[in-house]
């Protein structure tokens, strides 16, 4: 018996589209829309930038996400908010610029097939800008199996410490969804994702070495800081601290 692949919701909280990194992004959601089946995109994002991108590539936004102090979207706001706007089954949680290939839509439809709820985790590629450029002329099935093809073989698999893209069953957090308010971005989000999906007795499937996740690698100055070791002291990072039961060294 053959289980049908589900519908897929690709959710991302992306910056504004200017320079390298927006031209990073639209190679990412060009990735995306070419999933089959296609998966429904939404962008928690109230930038005039990502509203005129969404447009173009006929794609849904979440402008009334909350923020914290910064601007910056709330985690548990996206996956509220994406959650009653999608009739997918399956929620993809990743990085506005990380380009996604068709492992991502196979490995959903066999998990879909085993379990009715679960979590997948993993790490990104880090890849330089070359195959970034091949990405934003990529136009056939072919070229993009090449682009996977180089950045598995020579990417570089981000830190063991961070996970970068989270696909799970919907309503797996709720409903309602209760997640802290976790900021976009800032330390520790993905361990306590991974460790509630545990608590609730939930599979967790790490899939770093399935999933070919390609990202283009920057620095933090959407925070104000130029290195993730910077951003960790900024004063919005208390709702996370207290949400994991820590406090942040000053």
């Known amino acids: ?6 519908r897929l919701a690709i959710v991302a909280a992306p910056k ?3 320079g390298a990194v927006g ?3 639209r190679n990412a959601i060009r990735s995306w829309l070419r999933l089959v089946p296609r998966p429904h995109v939404l962008l ?3 930038d005039p930038s990502v509203l005129a991108v969404a447009q173009e590539y ?3 936004v979440i402008p009334d996400v909350e923020t914290n102090t910064q601007g910056t979207p709330l985690l548990n706001s996206i996956f509220d908010l994406a959650e009653k706007r999608t009739n997918a089954e399956v929620m993809v949680f990743v990085n506005g610029d990380i380009v996604l290939f068709d492992d991502v839509p196979v490995l959903a439809q066999r998990l879909a097939a085993q379990f009715a709820e679960f979590l997948v985790i993993g790490r990104r590629t880090n890849v330089n800008a070359t195959l970034s450029q091949k990405a934003s002329s990529a136009s056939s099935a072919a070229a993009w199996h090449a682009i996977r093809a180089a950045a598995k073989a020579g990417g570089e698999e981000h830190t063991r410490w961070a996970l970068d893209y989270f696909i799970f069953t919907k309503s797996l957090w709720g409903p309602p969804v209760e997640i802290p308010p976790f900021a976009i971005g800032r330390p520790a989000f993905d361990n306590w994702l991974v460790r509630r999906a545990v608590v609730l007795g939930k599979p967790v499937v790490d899939a770093s070495h399935l999933i070919v996740a390609m ?12 290195t993730r070791e910077a951003s960790e002291l900024s004063p919005d990072e208390a709702a996370w601290a207290k949400a994991v039961g820590g ?4």
Do not use: C, G, T
Not at 1 to 6: E, L, N, R, V, Y
Not at 215 to 226: E, F, L, T
């Open 1 to 6: 018996w053959h289980h049908p692949a589900p």
């Open 16 to 18: 504004s589209f200017v």
């Open 23 to 25: 031209e990073a992004q």
């Open 44 to 46: 928690a994002s109230r």
């Open 58 to 60: 006929n794609v849904d």
């Open 215 to 226: 990202h283009q690698a920057h620095d933090y100055a959407h925070v104000q800081a130029r």
């Open 247 to 250: 406090d942040k060294k000053q």
